[in-house]
């Protein structure tokens, strides 16, 4: 296919550059694709809408967040084909992340380690972005699904977190098909403790209030889905599949990067901190993906991210349980042809 031969040479390109110079000068790149009409070359999925969550999606393949943190590129990556695009994570402040280098390919493995730590320009950036973008602007029209994903400023105290997700909340709100709630990432100090049972309670508690709030003055009901880690027992999953339901959350999103490094043991890079993606997470995800569809049924959608670099395994992680699938660095591996690929594998 063109595509994927267009690809299979900008590949080698890319990866001899410093992954985020790479990532830098892809999605500009991208836009300018999309703004010129050359996107509409690519083969686009067909029509296989799926309904979760009140939400049509015109096809079940999104976007993973964390390829646009600021809602930059929206238009650009809306016009590969993805049936969702969820960008972020942003937080209420703009905050540089962690210092650079903090992504590392390890090709041997189809991984990426990254720790970016959330670098964003702050919410009221963020959403003079996605109101800006045509995607946006054009919802109605073409049905087009944007996730919102929100976190903490690093600089914020975990007993506070509830406040900068709320604040967040309420800026993004007006602008979202649903928001995405991440407290899963390795990569800001102690986030992940707000998946205790405890924290967690506290926390979904007050966003369920916040949302109700929300959808009473803007008319209009925004679901919220939670982000959460790979790296979860038997036991936390089922405490946090039980507060899911308890508060009668609308989705969630298993799962985020993984801080285990069994699959890549000897490789460059290995023992460098942040999150693990790719190849490495997938059978990760899929037990969480199976064991909280074990505990929630039906009841709430989950939606599966983590590995997928072919349509195999688009179809593996929805007999897992999952409604719908995010990609993210499979789109790194593959290009933009893995989208067509799994859209194909999953269609009925």
């Given amino acids: 296919m063109p595509s994927s031969f267009l690809y299979s040479l900008a590949r080698p390109i890319l990866f001899s550059l410093d992954p985020e110079a790479a990532h ?12 010129l009409g050359l996107t509409s070359l690519l083969p686009k999925p067909a029509a296989d809408p799926r309904t979760v969550m009140g939400i049509t999606f015109p096809n079940p393949i999104g976007l993973a967040a964390g390829l646009d943190k600021d809602g930059s590129y929206i238009d650009g990556l809306a ?15 703009a905050q540089p992340g962690n210092p650079r280098p903090r992504m590392f390919r390890l090709p041997e493995a189809n991984a990426i380690i990254n720790r970016m730590g959330f670098n964003n320009g702050g919410v ?23 996730g919102l994903n929100i976190g903490k400023n690093a600089a914020t105290a975990i007993e506070d ?14 602008y979202a098909s649903y928001v995405t709630v991440n407290i899963s990432s390795p990569n800001t100090k102690n986030l992940r403790q707000l998946q205790g049972a405890s924290e967690l309670d506290a926390l979904l508690s007050q966003l369920k209030q916040t949302q109700q709030q929300l959808a009473d003055q803007h008319k209009r009901y925004v679901p919220i889905v939670l982000k959460i880690a790979p790296d979860i027992d038997a036991e936390q999953i089922k405490n946090i599949a039980d507060a899911l339901l308890r508060h009668k959350m609308d989705g969630v999103i298993a799962t985020n990067t993984t801080i285990t490094r069994d699959a890549v ?14 190849a490495p997470v997938f059978e990760l995800s899929n037990n969480v993906v199976r064991q909280l569809h074990a505990e929630l049924g039906d009841a709430i959608p989950i939606i599966g991210v983590g590995g997928i670099l072919n349509g195999a ?8 349980g999952a409604s719908l699938v995010q990609l993210y660095s499979g789109l790194i591996y593959r290009g933009p042809t893995l989208i067509n690929e799994c859209a194909k594998a999953l269609k009925r």
Avoid: M, W
Wanted: aromatic share 8%.
């Fill in 313 to 320: 395994n688009a179809v593996s992680k929805i007999a897992a």
């Fill in 161 to 174: 977190a509830a406040s900068d997700y709320l604040h967040c909340l309420e800026k993004v709100y007006p």
């Fill in 265 to 278: 043991q000897g490789l460059r890079y290995e023992s460098e901190a942040g999150g693990l993606s790719g």
């Fill in 79 to 93: 016009a590969l084909g993805f049936g969702s695009i969820e960008i972020g994570t942003v937080t209420p402040k």
């Fill in 24 to 35: 830098n000068l892809t999605l500009p790149a991208l836009r300018q694709a999309a703004a």
């Fill in 124 to 146: 009221d950036a963020f959403v003079k972005n996605v109101q800006s973008s045509r995607f946006y602007q054009e919802q109605k029209i073409h049905g087009g699904v944007l």
